[in-house]
């Protein structure tokens, strides 16, 4: 029992002889005090609040009161009469789409036409990134200034001869503000993706393509673009996940307006929040749960077909 | 064939230079509002350079809330959970990786499970358990609920695993304690991933607007994010001030991204990137 195999604790795999469960756990005790911290704080601040709020969503609850169970009251509300919760899901499916479609494009042209040249490269890539660093709140500040009925882009907009819009006050325009905002924050994270990814393809593809006379537009067409198909695919739906969650651009440049044009879920489940209707947010959080996990199980289904 | 690529160069120079433009105009912008008059702010034709440096509006934003306040719990809030984070991932990931005892890999699945849980979907009955701690407007709640570690730990592990076990085991021979072995071998040469897994929770920490919002009531307790959207919301905006608020925050990330520009790229896509 003294041989070396015993001596050690460390093993990839699964236990590979024969111990008992009991040995095993006091030989890996560092192990449990090594996940302990980390473990409490799931098991408080992720796990039990998740349990919580499931038995909060069949509840009616302003947080003084004691909550009063309605069943599946909460959820028949959310589906068949609450029109905002409506609004929120489809401003959200746009939002999430025009900035996903949006900053893909952006960052795609950006990475071919970056990694195209030799000099400058970091520059570009480093300069390109700075908005990923900035905070959102910082970002949507800004973009709100230029947003103003007499800030910039209205400026330039008269200049060209053009009326002047309201960029946040138009309902019809408002949520496409907050993307094109979202977008120039986000892109180039996007970008180094696509960066990273087009290391990946062979070098001598290129050379084939030329070879047979394809010119720039032909080679991304015929080479680029096949070869990072699981890249788009991740970012797609990274982005598509990501931008389901948007919440602090709404909250500093329109607060969901005008007329909840820019209204998203996780707006709305914060404005019942601050209402106090505990039990009805809780029950818009696990909805809300529940489509990201459909589009995850799409996402899964996505890359086992690509393979990936 | 040659000049034909040159002049391909030049126009890819010529286009990026140009997107350089747009993707940094908005930075410059609230730069150069930040050192305007409040008359100059929306002139028209509008100004790049302001007439005079306004560095007065950056002493006013200290007047017109505790900016100093939402700066120290920032500072305090963003380094605690970052080294907390660091500290119990690496350790977790280690033991994920390199320790064997039973259940391991169900508290894994856990873990990673847990990656499937956003934080919108858990803050409202998260909130209701703070205040059930007595935590609002205390550190430890604006702190504690913040450190995720689920991905730090994937992350961990991931490195972990390319620590021999030769080294492992010659320090156990030699009467290691398995704590002794993981801080004085296994840390210095895991520098990248702790570094990595610090940069991506110091900025998500240093740019959370939500959980501060909600966990905070009192203006002393709040940190940056939640004290510049609600100097937003005060009526007759003054643009200079929140526009230096903005550059104030803005400046800490900045240095760290210029001086560690590569560790912050792999950092916050640490995840993503597959090598």
């Known amino acids: 029992m003294m041989s070396f195999r015993n001596l050690d604790y460390i093993g990839k795999g699964k236990s590979m002889n024969k111990q008992g469960v009991l040995k095993r756990a006091r030989k890996g005790i560092a192990g449990y005090l090594f996940i302990l911290f980390p473990l409490a704080l799931l098991l408080t601040f992720n796990i039990i609040p998740m349990l919580f709020g499931f038995g909060m969503s069949f509840t009616e609850w302003n947080g003084i009161q004691p909550a009063k169970f309605i069943g599946l009251d909460n959820y028949k509300k959310i589906f068949t009469n609450d029109s905002v919760f409506n609004t929120a899901f489809l401003n959200t499916i746009k939002f999430s789409i025009t900035s996903v479609v949006g900053g893909i494009t952006i960052a795609f042209i950006l990475a071919i036409l970056i990694d195209r040249i030799t000099r400058f490269q970091a520059f570009f890539r480093v300069s390109y990134f700075l908005p990923v660093v900035t905070p959102m709140v910082v970002v949507a500040l800004i973009w709100t200034l230029i947003y103003q009925d007499k800030g910039l882009l209205n400026y330039i907009l008269s200049i060209v001869g053009l009326d002047s819009v309201g960029w946040l006050t138009d309902r019809k325009i408002a949520m496409y503000s907050v993307v094109v905002t979202s977008i120039w924050q986000g892109m180039g994270f996007s970008m180094i993706i696509f960066l990273a990814a087009l290391q990946g393809i062979p070098n001598h593809l290129y050379e084939a393509a030329k070879m047979d006379g394809a010119n720039f537009f032909q080679q991304v067409r015929h080479v680029t673009i096949p070869g990072l198909k699981n890249t788009f695919a991740f970012l797609a739906v990274y982005g598509t996940i990501g931008g389901f969650q948007v919440f602090d651009q709404i909250y500093v440049m329109t607060g969901g307006g005008p007329v909840n044009s820019t209204q998203t879920i996780v707006y709305w489940i914060y404005s019942n929040f601050k209402q106090l209707n505990l039990g009805y947010s809780s029950a818009l959080s696990y909805v809300f749960f529940m489509i990201l996990l459909i589009i995850s199980i799409i996402q899964l289904k996505i890359f086992q077909k690509n393979n990936y | ?275």
């Not at chain 2, 504690?144 to 490195?159: D, E, H, K, N």
């Open chain 2, 1 to 275: 064939m040659k000049k034909k690529s040159n002049i391909l160069h030049g126009f890819i120079y010529l286009a990026l230079s140009l997107g350089l433009i747009l993707n940094f105009a908005p930075l410059a912008w609230m730069v150069s509002t930040s050192l305007k008059k409040p008359n100059e702010i929306f002139r028209m034709p509008p100004q790049l350079i302001p007439e005079t440096f306004q560095f007065s509006n950056y002493l006013k934003v200290f007047e017109l809330v505790a900016f100093e306040k939402f700066y120290i719990n920032s500072i305090i809030v963003t380094v605690l959970v970052t080294v907390i984070t660091v500290i119990i991932t690496s350790m977790a990931g280690f033991a994920f990786a390199k320790i064997d005892f039973p259940g391991r890999n169900f508290f894994f699945f856990l873990f990673l499970s847990s990656l499937m849980i956003p934080f919108h979907v858990i803050m409202v009955p998260l909130y209701r358990i703070v205040v059930s701690f007595g935590w609002v407007d205390t550190y430890a709640g604006l702190i504690l609920p913040q450190i995720s570690t689920a991905f730090g730990i994937f992350l961990m592990r991931q490195f972990m695993y390319s620590v021999p076990d030769s080294i492992l085991e010659a320090a156990k021979i030699d009467g290691s304690s398995t704590f002794h072995t993981f801080r004085k071998i296994v840390i210095p040469i895991q520098k990248p991933a702790l570094a990595t897994v610090a940069i991506f929770t110091f900025n998500s920490s240093w740019n959370n607007l939500l959980w501060p919002l909600l966990v905070t009531n009192s203006e002393n307790m709040r940190t940056l994010p939640v004290g510049l959207a609600l100097f937003k919301s005060v009526r007759n905006i003054d643009w200079a001030s929140v526009m230096a608020a903005s550059v104030m925050t803005l400046v800490p990330v900045i240095i760290f991204f210029i001086f560690m520009q590569k560790q912050f790229i792999r950092g916050l896509t640490g995840g993503a990137v597959k090598e």
